[in-house]
T-cell receptor, first 115, second 110 residues
């Protein structure tokens, strides 16, 4: 069974600084997707960034980028120029590339942004 | 237009009652899910449907029964509610590349 591990229950960062959230996963599949979701206090699940396993290039979305290390099964999220609105719970998630397959989530990392 | 909508947003009910949570998506997706988020914020799959057919049924008490009348709807019915059922329940639908979540239903059983 696939597992996703986030080893940092809580992280904090100063406004305008950079922070990296860690995620590791376990799978025997070669084709899959990895995601980072953000859940602010409103509890809405918001997709931050997506990475296809077959792509070697790391995904980037504005201030958000990932470091995808397929051999090490590592998928970290870097947030640059942190803003107060980035404060939220961040979830790493994995999904096989097959129809109907589930999203498996990590335990989450609560990010605090200090002014 | 909300892509995935759940109703109600909040639900407070007594132990032993039966309740339903409705979910509708207007994205034309074939796959829909129900997830449960517990008090520690952990998200766990409950059910997955693909084209109205049940694909995933995790170890969930049979008091929980999903119903998909059509591809756009996946409702969750819960019988004989227990205190431990208190949680946030999320509906989601999935394209080929990503999942879209509803706003969640906070269920409180008293």
């Amino acid at each position: 069974a696939q597992t996703v591990t986030q080893s940092q229950p809580e992280m904090s960062v100063q406004e305008a600084e950079t922070v990296t959230l860690s995620c590791t996963y376990d799978t025997s599949e070669s084709d899959y997707y990895l995601f980072w979701y953000k859940q602010p206090p409103s509890r809405q699940m918001i997709l931050v960034i997506r990475q296809e396993a077959y792509k070697q290039q790391n995904a980037t979305e504005n201030r958000f980028s990932v470091n995808f290390q397929k051999a090490a099964k590592s998928f970290s999220l870097k947030i640059s120029d942190s803003q107060l609105g980035d404060a939220a719970m961040y979830f790493c998630a994995y999904r096989k590339e097959t129809s109907g397959s589930r999203l498996t989530f990590g335990e989450g990392t609560q990010l605090t942004v200090n002014p | 237009d909300t892509a995935v909508s759940q109703t109600p947003k909040y639900l407070v009910t007594q132990m032993g009652n039966d309740k339903s949570i409705k979910c509708e998506q207007n994205l034309g997706h074939d796959t829909m899910y129900w997830y449960k988020q517990d008090s520690k914020k952990f998200l766990k799959i409950m059910f997955s449907y693909n084209n109205k057919e049940l694909i995933i049924n995790e170890t969930v008490p049979n008091r929980f029964s999903p119903k998909s009348p059509d591809k756009a709807h996946l409702n969750l019915h819960i019988n004989s509610l227990e205190l431990g059922d208190s949680a946030v329940y999320f509906c989601a639908s999935r394209s080929a590349t990503e999942a879209f979540f509803g706003q969640g239903t906070r269920l409180t059983v008293v």
